[in-house]
């Protein structure tokens, strides 16, 4: 599955921005999705995470409350809205696929697919 991430830009302090990920190929549904992020300088982090299914969803502790994550399995995509943005979301935000297990849902290294990435900018 090939992915191709959007949205990003660059926004103040408190302000919300919504990310999209197109997974070509017909086997979307049967993937889970996850949303990470790498600031500079930084390791790539967990954000958030679907499952397959698009009942199940994960979050970190920091953007807990704040981002949803949702999927359209019709249209192949999934989504992160991002609201109160705070500058330390500053970083290159990336859409992967992959089925990890739930122990594993929050490493990187659990999604075999990754998109491009898209850089999201909050100034202070």
């Known amino acids: 599955v090939q992915l191709q991430a959007s949205g990003g830009g660059l926004v103040q302090d408190g302000d919300s921005l919504g990310l999209s990920c197109v997974a070509s190929g017909r086997t979307f549904n049967n993937y889970g999705m996850g949303w990470f992020r790498q600031a500079p300088g930084k390791e790539r982090e967990f954000v958030a995470g679907?499952?397959?299914?698009?009942?199940?969803?994960y979050y970190s502790d920091s953007v807990k409350g704040r981002f949803t994550i949702s999927r359209d399995n019709d249209k192949r995509t999934v989504f992160l809205q991002m609201n109160r943005l705070k500058p330390e979301d500053t970083a290159v935000y990336y859409c992967?696929?992959?089925?990890?297990?739930?122990?594993?849902?929050?490493?990187?290294?659990?999604?075999?697919?990754w998109g491009q990435g898209t850089l999201v900018t909050v100034s202070s």
């Open positions: 992967a696929a992959g089925n990890p297990i739930l122990s594993n849902l929050r490493s990187a290294r659990a999604y075999p697919y």
């Open positions: 679907i499952r397959k299914g698009g009942g199940t969803t």
